[in-house]
């Protein structure tokens, strides 16, 4: 492993390692454009200069491996020149659009210039023009003069997403970032490209003009989307959530995640959710009535549940589990049916089975759920086995009392939702528990508003069998519930029967 | 006084064909080479001296040495691209002997074990490229091309391949991109081509000139060809010689030649009524000399650079007391302004920003101090970038500027032209 300083510092890195990698170990900080840890070497914007001793001219830092007893320098006059002016460069034909660019405020021209520039500019000739707000695709926009062609989202077409869409086109200052004839940019992982810009050259149509960057704050979670669990970072205010962006997690999305998992959130705003009790009344002619406060909703229910235990008979009271939620939760609710319900008809509901063991070779996977992992194994611990299919047969004619149903968070992951519900409601009275609303729940006995995967924290278990943890980074609906939260109210109100 | 061992031949009629060339003793270079072991032609030209004709001057010999000893397939490419402004040396050399740049290719390919070559030509030539793909079909009809050349076991296919017209693609990894199919940018370095190039195969990258030297040497021997100009400039070398003087055109001297004695014998003279002002010595790249410099350099390797300038391509470009530098200047600046491939930011944005400065200080629409931030923007453009274009567009500047700096003020406080009263640069406008 060589040995090397860089400003006055020792450090020790595995041969073949680059310089800025190297000064990335110790903290120091270089700037760059073009260099992405996820993307080849194109050492096109040249930003990274440093001095290496021995050699007469500056070296860029991305495109240059360590060497033995190697002397860098980072920051030293010589360097801070030349940064300045690869900057200014940057600079020169740059609209300065920033009052109306989303990128302000997390543009790294901006940021460079308040780090290595801070100077007037010398430019006084005409700008090139080029062409702005260009639609490349579903989910992204391009604007032409803010684009310094760095080539990261070019690079990313070529070599991540594979799909060859982008490409710089032309000469010298003509050059042009643009995609290829009759080839949008439409993959499914087009968003990362936003993401790497470090301009606001791309922009993401779903964020474009929603917020100021500012005006955000961010939280770390996982995508709940499917059961790969990518490491996201969530953007959200008061108003809600704004964006989802990948986090770098090597051994579960690298640096990236596809673009259907940016859409995550949206179930979570409060115009989709479930944000109240409703219970079918029967005595005003099974009319909804809302609003019942939760705690209430939950002592009537484990009082219900516990008349019919007492009544016996092992088939009256059936719970079926999708694998949206985390193991805690299952733990909670499993640990009720098993001691105290006493149940064994614990049934695991499926979806898209067709779909379901689908890969598209990058991340995303068929199986749309984010825990199916976790709630496997802790239907093993329990020793319970059921399949949808069992309950399927079982479920022909009100055999149950009652059906409790952990139903899908994201139901837009649930294609043949409405199918199913059929067949819930014609098992038994439904307890159901979700985070969102929906018309086609009207027939249940109670609808009980749960967390969103934003408002709660436990794990989940991808696919492959690492468990990663959730966050509560926000609160969405304040009187929702975590199913440990039903679990214990319904555990209470039962009188803690065992 | 013209030393002819390349363009010995080139006035006898039918010198292009193979009869004419093998009539005054063409492809001996090659029977003689095929009996040699490869390392010992290496050792050879390694031995004459021989430096790249291409522009860069780095020795041959050196160059192919770098190859990785493997059975690696490995490719050699002759550089024919010729687009520096001010050259037509290569051209002259593949329109009357084509067969002395193929056989020095097949030796050169035989020294370095290489089955496969190609020429790379500029698209704007047209008519080198008819006469040299002609060239290539009868050297296959002879046997000194395709299997078993001359019973020797070594086979070798040479193909010619047209670009497309950019200046760029005569840096040999854009020319490697462009071979490949790719836009004809260069690539990031390391890995040089001599380890990873075309097909990311070991490369060689030779010009016209340099492989056509080889011919000579082989058939002569490295210490006949050091008998020609200096201990680390040997040989001679093939000029292409424009401007106001009496005989323009191409001419072979020893290097080391002085050019005091090129510009009164070869090139006759300035013609009637103008006066030398200034030299370009090879190629618009190279820094300009005034014409004090000029008399008193030699034309070889280490009297450039002593003078801060180079011997390029071998590109002369004779600049006359009737030449607004300021015009001269901004033609250039056009010229890279439009041939920058754009990947490095301070080339792409530099070039286009030097084209604007000039431009307006030809018309008179500056101020002073854009003389300083012209100077300034070069010297930023210089040993930053991915190829030597950056620095070949920014030479010139400083260059004409701390030489005729005063053509500049001049432009910009009179706004008129110092030399012409009325110039191109102003009628640009
Ligand atoms: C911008 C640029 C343009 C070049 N154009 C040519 C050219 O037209 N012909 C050429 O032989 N070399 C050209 N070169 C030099 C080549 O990169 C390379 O050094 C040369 O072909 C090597 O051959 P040599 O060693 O025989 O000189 C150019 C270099 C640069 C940076
Ligand atoms: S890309 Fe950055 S510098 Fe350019 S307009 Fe947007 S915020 Fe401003
Ligand atoms: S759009 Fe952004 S990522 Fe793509 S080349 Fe331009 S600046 Fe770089
Ligand atoms: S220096 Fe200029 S021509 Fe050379 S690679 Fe960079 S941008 Fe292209
Ligand atoms: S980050 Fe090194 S050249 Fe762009």
């Known amino acids: ?498 | 006084m013209e030393n002819r061992l390349l363009l010995k031949h080139y006035n006898e009629p039918g010198y292009h064909t193979l009869d004419g060339y093998v009539k005054f003793g063409g492809y001996t270079a090659l029977k003689k080479a095929l009996k040699m072991k490869p390392e010992d032609i290496i050792t050879e030209v390694k031995n004459s001296g021989l430096r790249g004709r291409g522009g860069a001057g780095f020795s041959t010999g050196m160059k192919w040495s770098f190859l990785p000893n493997n059975n690696e397939p490995r490719y050699l490419l002759c550089n024919a691209d010729e687009g520096e402004p001010g050259t037509f040396k290569d051209r002259y050399m593949m329109e009357l002997a084509p067969h002395q740049v193929i056989e020095g290719m097949i030796c050169s390919a035989f020294a370095i074990k290489s089955k496969k070559s190609y020429i790379y030509i500029r698209g704007e030539y047209y008519k080198p490229y008819k006469i040299v793909e002609k060239a290539i079909q009868e050297a296959y009809k002879a046997g000194f091309l395709g299997k078993n050349i001359l019973g020797s076991g070594f086979d070798h296919d040479l193909d010619v391949y047209r670009g497309a017209g950019a200046y760029i693609v005569g840096e040999e990894t854009a020319l490697i991109s462009s071979l490949e199919g790719k836009k004809g940018q260069p690539k990031l370095k390391p890995p040089f081509p001599a380890v990873q190039g075309y097909l990311r195969k070991p490369t060689i990258v030779n010009n016209v000139e340099t492989l056509a030297a080889v011919t000579w040497i082989l058939n002569n021997g490295a210490a006949a060809y050091r008998k020609f100009g200096t201990e680390k400039s040997t040989g001679t070398k093939v000029y292409s010689v424009s401007g106001n003087i009496n005989k323009p055109g191409v001419y072979e001297v020893d290097l080391a030649y002085p050019f005091k004695d090129f510009l009164e014998n070869e090139c006759g003279g300035m013609k009637e009524g103008f006066k030398f002002k200034a030299l370009i010595p090879g190629g618009s790249s190279c820094p300009v000399l005034t014409a004090e410099e000029a008399l008193k350099s030699t034309l070889d390797y280490e009297n450039m650079a002593s003078l801060g300038t180079m011997l390029g391509s071998g590109g002369v470009i004779i600049i006359d007391d009737k030449q607004c530098m300021v015009d001269l200047l901004n033609v250039l600046m056009h010229f890279y302004h439009h041939e920058s491939c754009g990947q490095c930011t301070p080339c792409r944005e530099g070039t286009g920003w030097l084209e604007k400065l000039t431009s307006s200080i030809g018309k008179g629409k500056s101020q002073l101090d854009d003389v300083a931030t012209l100077d300034k923007v070069a010297r930023h453009m210089m040993g930053t970038t991915i190829c030597a274009l950056s620095d070949a567009a920014a030479l010139p500047v400083v260059s004409f500027l701390s030489k005729f700096k005063d053509e500049f003020e001049y432009h910009i406080r009179e706004k008129r032209c110092k030399v012409k009263g009325n110039c191109h640069a102003q009628a640009h406008h």
């Open chain 1, 1 to 498: 492993m060589p040995k090397l300083t860089i400003d006055g510092k020792p450090v020790e890195v595995a041969a073949g390692t680059s310089v800025i990698k190297a000064a990335q170990t110790l903290n120091i900080p270089i700037a760059h454009y073009c260099w992405h840890e996820g993307l080849s070497v194109a050492g096109a914007c040249r930003m990274c200069m440093v001095e290496i001793e021995k050699n007469p001219k500056l070296q860029i830092a991305c495109n240059t491996p360590v060497a033995e007893g190697m002397v860098v320098h980072t920051n030293n006059d010589k360097v801070k020149d030349a940064v300045k002016w690869a900057l200014d460069f940057h600079l020169i034909n740059h609209p300065l659009d920033c009052p109306i660019c989303d990128q302000a405020g997390e543009c790294k021209l901006q940021d460079y210039y308040m780090n290595y520039g801070l100077y007037s500019p010398e430019m006084n000739q005409r700008k090139v023009k080029k062409s702005k707000a260009m639609s490349l695709g579903d989910r992204v926009v391009l604007d032409q003069e803010r684009c310094i062609l760095c080539s990261r989202c070019v690079r990313f077409t070529t070599e991540v997403s594979k799909t060859h869409e982008l490409g710089i086109f032309n000469r010298g200052d003509r050059c042009e970032l643009s995609t290829f004839e009759g080839r949008p940019l439409n993959n499914n992982y087009s968003l990362n490209t936003v993401d790497i810009c470090p301009v606001g050259a791309l922009t993401s149509k779903d964020f474009r003009f929603k917020q100021r960057v500012w005006f955000l704050k961010d939280f770390e979670t996982l995508c709940n989307g499917c059961s790969t669990g990518c490491n996201v970072t969530v953007s959200y205010n008061q108003n809600g959530v704004f964006r989802v962006r990948p986090r770098v997690n090597q051994e579960v999305n690298g640096f990236w995640m596809c673009d259907e998992g940016r859409d995550i959130y949206k179930h979570t705003n409060k115009e989709f959710r479930l944000d109240q009790v409703i219970e079918r009344n029967d005595q005003v002619g099974g009319a909804a009535v809302k609003g019942k406060p939760v705690a209430l909703a939950i002592q009537e229910i484990g009082k219900s549940l516990s008349a019919t235990v007492k009544k016996g008979g092992l088939e009256s009271i059936a719970l079926v589990v999708t694998a949206q939620y985390t193991v805690e939760e299952y733990e909670a609710l499993f640990e009720l049916f098993k001691n105290t319900v006493k149940s064994p008809h614990v049934y695991y509901w499926k979806n898209n089975e067709e779909d379901f063991d689908s890969f598209d070779g990058l991340l995303n996977r068929g199986d749309k759920n984010p825990n199916t992992k976790g709630l496997s194994d802790t239907m093993t611990k329990f020793g319970f086995k059921g399949t949808w299919e069992d309950f399927e047969k079982q479920a022909t004619s009100k055999s149950f009392q009652y059906v409790v149903v952990a139903g899908p968070e994201d139901q837009s992951a649930y294609p043949d939702l409405e199918k199913k519900l059929e067949i819930l409601n014609k098992a038994g009275e439904v307890i159901w528990l979700s985070s969102c609303k929906n018309e086609k729940f009207k027939n249940f006995k109670w609808q009980i508003p749960m967390k969103s995967f934003l408002e709660k924290e436990g794990t989940f278990v991808n696919f492959k069998g690492i468990k990663q943890n959730i966050k509560a980074g926000m609160s969405i609906i304040p009187t929702s519930l975590s199913l440990q939260e039903f679990s214990k109210g319904v555990f209470e109100s039962m009188g803690g029967m065992a």
